[in-house]
């Protein structure tokens, strides 16, 4: 039962700073913990996160094994049209995940 | 002479003072009690403050999906009997522990829900720290944020309020710890890095860093009891459940935060 919160503005001015926030469900298990047993847990981490914006690429992170469970990315990018965010995270085992969010620039 | 009197009289009087002391007093003065929220680093309040930060909100939209999911051999959700939780279920979390009279005795929030799996849809109840049952009791709860806590002060709960008390305040285990000694009477101090805090149990199921998921107040108090090096008991045995009702005793008036974020 993957799923995101998203926080994106839904009106901004036109050459405004916004900030975006994104939550993703996800355990971030390292792949160095071990069982009682001495069984090693499996790596399950998300790998990448991409935002885009009107279909073009604005921001891209990749995510690596020391990152908290349930990834928590924020970043900030200049409204300049009206359009749609499309957000994408990637990782082990098959792992996809999308949102989106739409924003008014005035 | 005279001061080694005073030091006996002085002991006599606490002696009696804790004596005569009514259960379920809040042994904290109210005007002096303080969520763990007010305990926190300022980056650790803002990831409860804002819904789009804090991780326990995950859980609480898995629960609403759940809510509204058939299960059991009556195929029934709880939204069907129960409808917008948002109404329904607003300031139920606030006075749980409650007593449920076919079992005799208290039941705790979590219990409450597999009752209704159980009785009402016919279904498996959850395991305790399951995902499933921490989603739909953060989803619960949450209904209830802002309402103040108020577990019922009926005669059939006392004896449970003064066992949970009783718990609170013996010591047990290898350290000879009760939780009164730190949870009373060092509130305001640390353990290593930790703020020690006054236990008051305003927002679970929490969200705890050290965790890297949600846990249910259970949780948090099994910590407790394997840090005192005292004799554990499983998830949903009455002694947990006791203590979670003095617990709530002790918080009694002061709002609910679930899901609250804690270090």
């Known amino acids: 039962m993957a799923s995101a919160l998203i926080n994106v503005p839904k009106k901004a001015k036109r050459g405004e700073i916004i900030e975006i926030k994104t939550l993703m469900s996800h355990i971030m298990e390292t792949g160095y913990r071990h069982t009682a047993a001495g069984q090693l847990v499996p790596r399950d981490i998300i790998t990448s996160f991409t935002c885009r914006f009107n279909g073009a690429e604005i921001f891209r992170a990749d995510l690596f094994p020391a990152i908290a469970a349930n990834p928590f990315v924020t970043f900030f990018t200049i409204a300049n049209e009206s359009g749609k965010f499309d957000f994408e995270w990637i990782g082990d085992n098959g792992f996809t995940e999308t949102a989106s969010a739409a924003i008014s620039v005035e | ?263």
């Open chain 2, 1 to 263: 002479m005279k001061s080694a009197g005073t030091i006996v009289a002085v002991a006599l009087l606490i002696a009696a003072g804790i004596a005569i002391a009514p259960l379920a007093a809040t042994e904290i003065p109210p005007a002096e009690r303080r969520s763990g929220y007010s305990f926190m680093a300022p980056d650790t309040k803002a990831i409860q403050d804002d819904d789009t930060a804090n991780p326990g909100m995950l859980w609480v939209l898995d629960g609403e999906a759940l809510w509204n999911s058939k299960a059991g051999a009556t195929g029934n959700a709880c939204a069907d009997c129960h409808n917008d939780a948002r109404a329904s279920m607003k300031g139920v979390a606030a006075r749980y522990p409650a007593y449920d009279k076919a079992l005799a005795r208290p039941v705790n929030l979590e219990q409450r829900i597999n009752l209704c799996r159980t009785r009402q849809q016919q279904a498996t109840p959850f395991a305790f720290e399951s995902r499933d049952l921490l989603a739909l009791t953060a989803f619960v709860a949450e209904q209830s944020r802002g309402a103040a806590i108020a577990p019922e002060a009926t005669a059939e709960l006392a004896p449970f309020v003064a066992k949970g008390r009783d718990f609170f305040m013996r010591r047990q285990g290898q350290l000879n710890l009760g939780c009164t000694n730190c949870h009373d009477d060092n509130w305001d101090k640390h353990l290593a890095g930790s703020a020690v805090t006054q236990a008051l149990p305003t927002g679970y199921p929490i969200y705890r860093l050290e965790w890297q998921s949600l846990g249910s107040l259970q949780r948090r108090l099994r910590n407790c009891i394997t840090g005192m090096r005292a004799q554990n008991y499983d998830y949903g045995a009455p002694e947990l459940v006791e203590l979670e009702l003095y617990l709530m005793t002790r918080a009694r008036g002061m709002p609910i935060e679930t899901p609250a974020v804690r270090p």
